[in-house]
């Protein structure tokens, strides 16, 4: 039977040896003679023991939240009756000036953009009436459960809903705040667009392939493959309006980690007639690097205000350098803001395969990069048989990498030979 050492803080320190720490304030491992534990002898032997520098107790440097609260009748204190009450009473907490350091405060001295104000970049949210819309909810709702016929089929298993109704009702009141979420989850706004956002009101429908089997959503999973060809993009536009439609990648560029590599840009499209409108920079398939695991790729679409003059960002064509396709959205929307406003937003995520070393080698004509991630040695500690001021020797399955011991000593402690 091993026991183990354990140091626990202590106002006065033992005056003899044993377990814990000495007069000096050494660490002891165990070594001595039998210490009495529970009425048992256990006879006190050479073990593998973890010992931590005790660490000082300070006072607080304030007052505590509800120090001032008899714990010993609870029953006393005014009770908030309601989640109304209670929520008011923890805003005025959380507004209060407190001595300690908060979340949000460690937070924003990490990160000094952290919560600071965002500027919506997008067309003007459509006015709706909440309550009428929720009162329609409510009434079709209840139209529902008192349906016979919705019954019956419910309970033979025969309803049949209508995907496509459920798919255009979503696509016309939640979908454009759902996706801003998706955006902001995956960074999309915060590297294509610093400090701003935009609800993406306009829904983009983007497939790849002749079958359209590859579609793109927002931060879903294709292969280069998939995406070899220019894919076919439809939105709902009116009669006579402008947009442009870009496909960039913010992680992509091989040199620079804050610029991006444009593979698609069409300008003046009119109404939805992607086919007809001005290619600026034809497409080029997406290519990331091998070992540099999932890239983003994003669809923005911009509506236009009238005919917008692309001269100076049209590339040649072909296009098969990457330096000339270094692009940044924000410069681009900067240069355009007064004619042109972000409306739809579709992203999907990529990684390496075959069809990307073919991308680098006949249509960029370059060799491809290959990265690998180098992981740092794993620190062990020096070990002593002996230890006095330094921690204990201890065994992990990272002293031999996982394998069985290659001895034991008498005592069933294990070492390495």
């Known amino acids: 039977m091993t026991s183990r050492a354990q140091t626990v803080p202590s106002r006065t320190p033992p005056e003899t040896g044993g377990g814990g720490r000495s007069k000096d304030g050494a660490a002891q491992c165990g070594l001595g003679g039998p210490e009495k534990f529970s009425g048992l002898v256990v006879p006190k032997r050479p073990n593998i023991c973890h010992h931590s520098t005790p660490v000082q107790a300070r006072p607080p440097l304030g007052p505590m939240p509800n120090e001032d609260v008899d714990v010993s009748d609870l029953e006393s204190l005014e009770k908030y009756r309601s989640f109304t009450r209670y929520l008011r009473a923890a805003e005025e907490a959380r507004s209060k000036p407190a001595w300690w350091k908060t979340y949000r405060s460690r937070l924003e001295g990490a990160d000094p953009e952290h919560g600071a104000e965002r500027v919506d970049i997008g067309l003007p949210c459509r006015a709706s009436n909440r309550r009428k819309e929720e009162k329609e909810r409510r009434e079709v709702m209840k139209n529902n459960k008192r349906s016979v016929e919705l019954e019956r089929a419910a309970r033979l298993r025969t309803l049949r809903v209508d995907l496509d109704r459920v798919q255009d009702t979503w696509e016309s009141t939640a979908a454009p705040f759902h996706v801003r979420r998706l955006a902001?989850?995956?960074?999309?706004?915060?590297?294509?667009?610093?400090?701003?956002?935009?609800?993406?009101?306009?829904?983009?429908r983007i497939r790849y392939g002749q079958d359209g089997a590859a579609q793109v959503h927002h931060g879903n999973r294709l292969t280069p493959t998939q995406a070899a060809s220019p894919p076919e993009v439809g939105f709902a536009a009116e009669e006579g309006s402008l947009w442009t439609l870009l496909l960039t990648s913010p992680d992509e560029h091989l040199q620079d980690s804050d610029a991006e590599y444009v593979h698609w840009l069409l300008g003046n499209v009119p109404g939805a007639a992607v086919q007809e409108g001005e290619e600026l920079c034809h497409y080029l398939p997406p290519f990331p690097a091998r070992g540099t695991g999932f890239q983003r790729f994003v669809f923005v679409l911009f509506k236009q205000d009238g005919r917008v003059d692309f001269q100076e960002d049209a590339r040649p064509s072909p296009c098969l350098s990457l330096q000339?396709?270094?692009?940044?959205?924000?410069d681009f929307y900067r240069k355009h803001q007064d004619r042109m406003t972000p409306a739809g937003l579709a992203f999907f995520q990529s990684q390496w395969d075959e069809s990307v070393t073919d991308t680098f080698h006949a249509v960029l004509r370059m060799?491809?990069?290959?990265?690998?991630?180098?992981?740092?040695?794993?620190?062990?500690?020096?070990?002593?048989?002996?230890?006095?001021?330094?921690?204990?020797?201890?065994?992990?399955?990272?002293?031999?990498?996982?394998?069985?011991?290659?001895g034991s000593t008498d005592d069933g402690i294990h070492s390495t030979i």
């Open 184 to 204: 902001d989850h995956y960074g999309v706004f915060r590297d294509l667009f610093p400090n701003a956002f935009f609800l993406p009101q306009v829904t983009l």
């Open 367 to 406: 060799r491809e990069p290959v990265f690998e991630f180098i992981r740092p040695p794993v620190y062990h500690p020096p070990r002593s048989s002996t230890p006095t001021n330094s921690r204990c020797a201890t065994w992990t399955d990272t002293e031999t990498g996982g394998n069985t011991p290659t």
């Open 324 to 330: 000339e396709r270094t692009f940044k959205t924000l």
